[in-house]
């Protein structure tokens, strides 16, 4: 985000002291504190929120250009799961 040295906070903290002073210093150091917090939360919802847009567009995108149909194969793998379930109820009658 922002690079700020010892020295630069010293001198915001300095001048921070003498124009808001001492007694509502640590009130506003908490409010400005929080404010970073919510900035922070709301810019890595919106980059999740955008990497879960670009992962479900390569997703869709896959899917559209399937190399085979795997339609024949999954039915031929039904038709033998029926056939093994009717062999299994023939044997327990």
Known sequence: MLDFGF???ALIGAVALIVIGP???PRVARTVGAL?????RYVAD???EVNRSIELEELQKMKGCAPVDL????AST???ADAVVGWHADRKT
């Open 23 to 25: 007694e509502k210093l």
């Open 71 to 74: 339609k024949p194969y999954f």
């Open 36 to 40: 970073i917090g919510k900035a922070q």
């Open 78 to 80: 039904d038709a033998v």
């Open 7 to 9: 020295d630069k906070i």
């Open 46 to 48: 919106v980059k999740a």
